[in-house]
């Protein structure tokens, strides 16, 4: 296979500022999305630091520094205010407990995690994957539409498969879709009131209603089949939530509650789809703007599962669309910032840092910093090809955190996003449309702000 030049295509994203915006600029923009607040030093310092009313934040980007805070989870734990923010939506779960909670709570949802085996799920990603094929249609001529809806549909029905051992409809779907995009918009208005000091203005109360309505898509699958085994020993699936009812708390050897399986599950199907919609949305983007590198990736897919369909070796082999992974998930991190609380006095970079100050690592920044990568904005998944894109791979690259705190489903994830698009190249020709600029905004995740449209040709055969 002939390899094209490197596509030099440079994506989208908000033109940083000259300087340091106004406290009163800073408010309006950060009120949108968190990207659009910075500046082009924020691109290359080593550390920036923001002094807001009551909250000092440091934002530390040199690589010694991210490590240590990535590795100490005990001496900077979760933030409170990202706990208060997500825990309408999943509670104190894995995600945002600290200390032995965490440490508890991740020794009883560990054995579920087996049900995320690589080899175990790619059946049903596959499964999922055709039915995305079939929901788009293969007949009739190029069509244009909104990816980003049907990328959320993809991620939570593979999720609700895994987690429940049933599809997820079209009607959950869209609820799911709606509701989140809802939750984020009034968790990040929230969020930056506070952060400002002021009272939250009754976002808190909007958000939680939108957490409700998206637990009441699968409240009744927990419930139902709760009530059937603790009650009547019956074991419907053998899934994740099955494993959750057989969890227990390693020192009481008590099992979760209804709550806390709704909290766990809650976790694990938002943690599960929100960030892989994301990641899929922004390849099928990237994709669709380098049709050489489309081809070549459609000619990985088609040579390695053209005879034997998707197979474990298939997956392996497919160097290009895991490095097309790999680069969106660097260009474009679903979770773009990752707060975290100071608990002792520290010094980094000579700069006092006092219990209660804010510590953000950036998948963002440190992914988009010259100093740790070469064209840091341009979209060219070969870079991992060479040596130092790999040394950086394992340096400067954290879309999923790093640590003790490490996604637990980092493998899961780049699969499932894998195996959609690999999919999605087999059977159609992607291409944006003329003009179309997809503007990301960063919430709780980094999203498109107003979806993104695809061109998509059926391939045919
Ligand atoms: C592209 C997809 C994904 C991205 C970018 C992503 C990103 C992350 C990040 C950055 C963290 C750590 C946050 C921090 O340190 O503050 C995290 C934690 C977590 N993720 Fe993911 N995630 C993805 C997919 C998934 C999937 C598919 C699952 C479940 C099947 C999952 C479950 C979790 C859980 C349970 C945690 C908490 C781990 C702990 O603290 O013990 N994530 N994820």
Known sequence: MSKPAACPFVPPFPAPHKTRSSFLARFVRSWMSWIHGLFENSYTMLMG?????????????????????MNEAKAFPKHAMMVEVLEPAIGISTFTANGEDWEQQ????NPAFQHTALAKTLPLMCDAARALIERIGTDGGERVIDIDPLMTHVA????????????LDAAGSAVIHRRFNRFQRFAQSGAVFRLYGL???????????????IHEVFAGIVQDRYRRFHGAGEVVHRDILQSLFEARHPVSGAPFTVRQVMEQVSLIFLAGHETSASLMSWATYLLAECGALQ????DEVVHLTGERGFTMDALKAMTLTRNVVRETLR????VAFLP????????????????GDMLVISPWLVQRNARNWRDPHAFDPDRFEEPDGQEMLKKAWLPFGKGPRLCIGAGFAQQEAMVVLAHLVRHFCLA??????PEPVSRLTLRPRNGIRIALKPIGG
């Open 156 to 167: 939570a029905d593979i999720i609700f498969r895994t987690l429940f051992s049933v599809p």
């Open 340 to 355: 975290r609380d100071t608990v002792c006095p520290v010094t980094m970079r000579g700069k006092p840092i006092a219990p």
């Open 331 to 334: 260009l474009y991190p679903p």
């Open 295 to 298: 081809q070549r990736m459609r």
């Open 199 to 213: 009272p939250t203005f009754g976002y808190k109360g909007r958000s939680e209603r939108e957490a409700r309505g």
């Open 49 to 69: 630091e923001i002094r807001m009313p009551g909250l000092h934040i440091f934002i530390p980007n040199e690589l010694p520094l991210v490590e240590r805070v």
């Open 432 to 437: 944006s449309p003329a003009g179309d600029k």
């Open 106 to 109: 991740r020794a009883m949802i």
